[in-house]
C-alpha cells in the first residue's frame, strides 16, 4: 500500500503555533462546515474559505478533506481547493489519492453484517428505505431515492452524477449483481450502508438504531432535518481513518485541527489536539468540539485558519 502524501509539502520550521505545539494538518468536513448546505449540489465554495486553505498550504500546513461524502462527489470540491491528493471519504472507510486516481485504503462492509443490520432497522420500522455505496455505484431502493435529486434523471446529471453510477431496485437483488469497481477491483465491496424513514425524527432514529445493530456496525448520521443512517463497518469512523492518515505523515494528534459539524464528525473533533465546530453545528458537535466558530455561512472554518496563519492563536 503507497503511503498517502501531503498536497503540499509541510515545512515544520513556518508552521503556525498553538498551543505550543506546530500545527502540521488541517482536517476538515466539507457539508455544513466550509461549504453550505444550500451550495452541496454546486459545490460552490465562498472565495474566503478557497483563500483560506490557500494560505494555509502556503504557510506548510498539510490539508485534508474528511467527510461522508463518496470519492465520486469530492473531485469538483477538492480541484477548487487546490487540495487533488488524498482526501477521507464515505466516513472513513475510504482514503483516496485523487491525484493518482487509486484506493489508499478502504474498509468494507461485509455483506453478512450489512444484511443482518438492514433486517434489524426494518424490524424497528417496516417502512424503512435503503441504499448502499461501492466505489463505483450507488445502489438504491426506489422508495428511498424518490422525492430526491437521485430518482429524477435531468437532475442527477444538473449535479454531475452519471446514470451509470446509480443502479436502482431492491439491494438483496443489485448487491447480487454488482460490477467491477474502478481500476481493475472486482469486489464491489459495500463502503457505507444508508437507512432512510420518515417514522421518526433523526436523533431518536440513530440511538435506537445504535441499540439495535451498535454491535454489528458503526451508525451515525449528518443529514440535518433527515433521518438518514450512515453505516458502516464496526470501528469504522473519521478519526480512525484520519489517524492513520496522520501517522503516515508524521503527524500527531497535538499537530492536527479539525472542523466539523454534525455526529459523524464527533471522534475526529475529539481526536484532533485542537478542534472547532461551526456555530451552525449540531449539539453534539459542539459538545465535542473544544471551539466553537462563526456558521457555515458565515465562513467560521476560514475565519480561524485566518486567524491560525496570522499567529493569533498562538
Known sequence: MSSPQPPAPTAVGNAPLLNGSAVKLIASDIDGTILSYASSLTGELS?????????????????????????????????????????????GAVTYDLAEDAVVTKQALADEALFEAKGLLRELDSTATFAAETLAHLHMEESFAR?????????????????????????????????????????????????????????????????????????????????????????????????????????????????????NDVEMLQWAGTSWAVGSAHPMARSAADHVTASCDEDGVAEIIEQLVAGELA
Open 47 to 91: 472565495p474566503r474559505t478557497v483563500e483560506a486553505f490557500r494560505a494555509a498550504r502556503e504557510a506548510g500546513v498539510a490539508v485534508v478533506l474528511v467527510t461522508g461524502r463518496p470519492v465520486r462527489g469530492l473531485r469538483g470540491i477538492s480541484r477548487t481547493l487546490g487540495l487533488l491528493g488524498p482526501v477521507i471519504a464515505s466516513n
Open 147 to 263: 422525492g430526491s435529486l437521485w430518482f429524477d434523471k435531468e437532475r442527477r446529471r444538473s449535479a454531475g452524477i452519471s446514470d451509470d453510477e446509480v443502479l436502482f431496485g431492491p439491494l438483496d437483488d443489485t448487491l447480487q449483481h454488482r460490477l467491477p469497481e474502478p481500476n481493475g477491483s472486482t469486489d464491489g465491496t459495500v463502503v457505507k450502508l444508508l437507512a432512510k424513514t420518515h417514522a421518526m425524527e433523526a436523533d431518536a432514529f440513530i440511538a435506537e438504531a445504535q441499540e439495535r445493530i451498535g454491535h454489528l456496525v458503526t451508525v451515525t448520521h449528518s443529514a440535518p432535518g433527515v433521518s438518514l443512517l450512515e453505516i458502516s463497518a464496526k470501528g469504522v469512523n473519521k478519526a480512525q481513518a484520519l489517524r492513520c492518515f496522520a501517522g503516515e505523515l508524521g503527524v500527531d494528534a497535538a499537530q492536527s485541527v479539525a472542523f466539523g459539524d454534525m455526529p
